[in-house]
């Protein structure tokens, strides 16, 4: 289809050209009722930053959304280049680390690309159309507090409905969805700073020295900046994870939060614009409502952070220990297995974290262990961690590498041991989880209900199996990730709103499927329905338990106990409807979630 641009001003071309040449939101939703100039007004108010979303992969297709398109070879080359290149993906709007959000899964209709392959032309060659999916139609590329506030404004006054999206790192679609516009805050990264003796807002004395990132800041940029400065930043295990948003809306975890805590733990202050678009700033001294539910109550619920100041802990010398190796048999999985298990419990009392990948025999991945701890020496560590260094060099051939070392930062770790093997992206997954609570580590009786609960999961989500049929299922992730972050030596102070099984845990267990970028509904459903199933062994193990939000079951059973407790959501829910009546801000499963609003609507269904 070819249209004629009738709009004479270049700041609104990109935006109405698009509203004019393409269906942008289908004839039911609030978007379709949005007029040239409600769209132009918006766009003066943000100082020419509203703009049409696309899928990232459009450019190498033929066909959109059922008109014919001109491919740009030159554009398709370059994306194809960086198609599993985290920093590219962040750094577009329409791109997600997990493929799969920016579909419409319920009908399958998206725009992706060959993972294992990009330049695999079967995928995106006539007659294969590109979709608009669950890419929002709009979004407005932050720059500042004004931006936000104009786009919430808006979203009160039209109902459109809003999301909010930063690197696109989310295993739950919440910065996705059709027919909607989006605040991208990515580009929101003002001067990292570091203040001595820093005083939250309201307070009288001060809180400790503190660091003060923007709402888009990765963790790459933290990491270097603590390393240039001497000191430690709690976070995660990926480069590019915004650490002022969604993983500290929703608790944040690391490798060292064993001793100095969750994300929760670390703010000192948050600023943030609330849904009516008051610009607060809160801490333990001021707005403590606001605070208690921006520190695990959930992203795009509460409002939209701008600004975070984190404690800045002195520099640590860490004791590294690893092992790499392939299953050869089963009993290689169970062993490794048995000897986590065994150990767990001490190992939390010295102070270790990390991540523990066990495969199973006949899958493609490797099993591997990562810990760390600030406690011990490297004599005490070597003592420690003996039976998992004994056990790698055990195995003979099958082991690929193994040892430990002394390191003189977490930063020196992170880009030594983590950032080389982060785990695919531009794929597309499912997943389940659960904290796993210490309790279970203390006895012999528990430490074999874990292993048998692991071996269900873990045969669940096999290939081939009852609910993957795809080999894709080895190439990005392992059937078991055990994450050792839960803050077994930092009490907490119950003043966010995380679930309390945070502090009673010691592992937090991820599964899930991986399934081909061009999957069809069935397979899609098939994934989900599997982690899912996945996740039931897991609840029956710990039916007490929690689980974390940020990196949970689609269709956990019961979000309100296992991502707050009672006490917590009765609690979350009153400020919810204090501060968001209308509901302006929300997203899949979090406090004041309504599941026939539209923003869901391309999500699965297992039932």
Not at 197 to 211: I, L
Not at 362 to 380: D, K, R, V
Not at 415 to 426: G, L
Request: hydrophobic share 35%; with cysteine; proline share 6%.
């Amino acid at each position: 289809m070819f249209c004629r641009y009738l709009f004479s001003s270049p700041l609104l071309f990109g935006v109405l050209a698009a509203a004019a040449c393409v269906k942008r939101g289908s004839t039911s939703s609030p978007l379709s009722s949005i007029t040239g100039a409600q769209w132009q007004a918006l766009n003066q108010s943000v100082d020419g930053r509203l703009h049409a979303g696309y899928p990232w992969a459009r450019p190498c297709y033929t066909s959109y959304d059922g008109n014919a398109s001109d491919p740009n070879s030159l554009q398709c080359s370059t994306i194809q280049a960086t198609y599993t290149n985290e920093t590219v993906i962040a750094n577009y709007f329409g791109g997600y680390q997990n493929a799969n959000w920016g579909v419409c899964q319920s009908t399958a209709e998206g725009c992706n690309l060959n993972a294992t392959n990009p330049s695999d032309a079967a995928v995106y060659s006539a007659p294969a159309e590109c979709h608009q999916g669950s890419v929002p139609s709009y979004y407005i590329e932050v720059t500042n507090v004004s931006d936000v506030q104009a786009a919430l404004a808006f979203a009160r006054s039209t109902k459109v409905p809003l999301v909010i999206k930063n690197s696109g790192h989310d295993y739950k679609g919440r910065s996705s969805a059709p027919n909607s516009l989006s605040l991208w805050t990515h580009n929101y990264q003002p001067p990292i700073t570091l203040e001595t003796d820093f005083v939250p807002g309201g307070c009288s004395a001060s809180a400790g020295n503190g660091v003060t990132i923007g709402a888009g800041q990765g963790f790459d940029g933290l990491y270097a900046f603590a390393e240039l400065n001497d000191i430690t930043v709690v976070g995660g295990a990926d480069k590019t994870v915004g650490a002022a948003g969604g993983w500290l809306a929703g608790g944040g975890h690391g490798a060292l939060s064993n001793t100095l805590g969750l994300g929760v733990d670390n703010a000192l202050e948050i600023k943030a614009v609330l849904p009516n678009g008051t610009y607060v700033t809160a801490s333990r001294c001021q707005n403590q409502d606001i605070f208690y539910a921006l520190r695990g109550g959930g992203g795009s619920t509460f409002g939209v952070t701008m600004e975070v100041t984190y404690k800045a802990h002195p520099r640590v010398t860490l004791q590294v220990a690893y092992a790499v190796f392939e299953s050869v048999s089963n009993s290689t999985f169970s062993d490794f297995l048995k000897i986590c298990l065994s150990n767990a419990d001490k190992w939390a009392s010295e102070g270790w974290g990390g991540y523990i990948d066990p495969t199973p025999s006949g899958e493609p991945l490797l099993s591997n262990i990562l810990m760390m701890t600030p406690q011990l020496s490297l004599a005490q560590a070597n003592a420690s961690m003996a039976p998992i260094l004994n056990f790698a060099r055990s195995l003979g051939n099958a082991t690929i590498e193994y040892g430990l070392v002394t390191v003189p930062s977490w930063y020196t770790a992170f880009e030594t041991f983590i950032a080389p093997s982060t785990e695919k992206v531009d794929v597309s997954q499912s997943l389940t989880s659960r904290l796993i609570p210490r309790s279970l580590f203390q006895s012999s009786s528990g430490q074999q209900q874990i292993l048998s609960a692991l071996t269900n999961v873990a045969n669940t989500v096999a290939y081939p199996g009852p609910y993957q049929t795809d080999p894709i299922a080895g190439y990005a992730q392992n059937p078991i990730q055990i994450l050792v972050t839960a803050p077994a030596n930092y009490p907490g102070d119950n003043t966010s709103s995380v679930t309390p099984a945070w502090r009673d845990s010691l592992w937090h267990v991820i599964s899930g499927l991986t399934f081909s970028n061009e999957a069809d509904a069935a397979t899609i459903q098939s994934a989900f329905k599997g982690a899912n199933v996945a996740g039931n062994y897991l609840r029956q193990l710990a039916p007490n338990s929690g689980a974390y939000q940020n990196e949970a079951d689609v269709f956990e059973p019961n979000p309100a106990a296992s991502y707050w407790g009672e006490a917590n959501y009765q609690r979350l829910s009153t400020i919810k409807a204090e501060l968001d009546p209308d509901n302006v801000l929300t997203c899949w499963d979090c406090i004041g979630f309504d599941k026939n609003d539209e923003r869901y609507s391309c999500y699965p269904n297992i039932s």
